[in-house]
């Protein structure tokens, strides 16, 4: 009974893990109704003037993934696809707008402000297979991008070295 019950557990759990990043949703034939059933309630909508949606999908922080999904004016979907990549990480440049990186890569996990510098500074957790990353993006109070700092994310790192002592 037991070993059913466990088994069963572990059988949905994976059931919910399968739409995590929408493999089973099809460009061209799957509906935006489809889209937000199967990745869950977007965490910011952004529709474009030609009349397509974007849907933007944050797995943030600990799934290190955003997601977006561009629903055309029809309501079907016409891509999906991370936002967090080497690629798109790449094409950010000194004087970009906020709104464009915001297109770009999604709703960042978190927006601080830094007093001394007078920036705005939005972090996303990221990952390239196991390899835990992080990106600072830096825009000036105009909105304008100054600065990308992308490095490892030694903070998500497990502890080295020896067990700690019993006192």
């Given at each position: 009974m037991l070993r059913t019950a466990i088994t069963c557990a572990a059988l949905a759990l994976l059931a919910g893990c399968a739409s995590f990043d929408g493999r089973t949703l099809v460009p061209g034939k799957s509906t935006r109704t489809e889209v937000e059933a199967t990745m869950g309630r977007p965490a910011e909508v952004?529709?474009?003037?030609?009349?397509?949606t974007r849907l933007y999908f944050s797995r943030l922080p600990f799934g290190r993934e955003i997601y977006v999904a561009?629903?055309?004016?029809?309501?079907?979907?016409?891509?999906?696809?991370?936002t967090l990549t080497r690629k798109n990480i790449a094409s950010?440049?000194?004087g970009m707008q906020a709104q464009q990186v915001r297109e770009l890569l999604g709703p960042p996990y978190r927006i601080v402000y830094m007093k001394l510098i007078e920036r705005d500074v939005w972090e996303y957790p990221w990952r390239i297979v196991e390899d835990r990353r992080i990106l600072w993006v830096q825009f000036s109070r105009d909105g304008q991008?100054?600065?990308?700092?992308?490095?490892?994310?030694?903070?998500?790192?497990?502890?080295?070295?020896?067990?700690?002592?019993?006192?």
């Open positions: 952004l529709t474009r003037p030609n009349g397509d561009t629903v055309g004016s029809d309501g079907v979907l016409r891509s999906l696809e991370r950010l440049k000194e991008l100054q600065e990308v700092i992308e490095m490892h994310d030694f903070e998500s790192d497990v502890p080295s070295g020896p067990p700690a002592r019993a006192p």
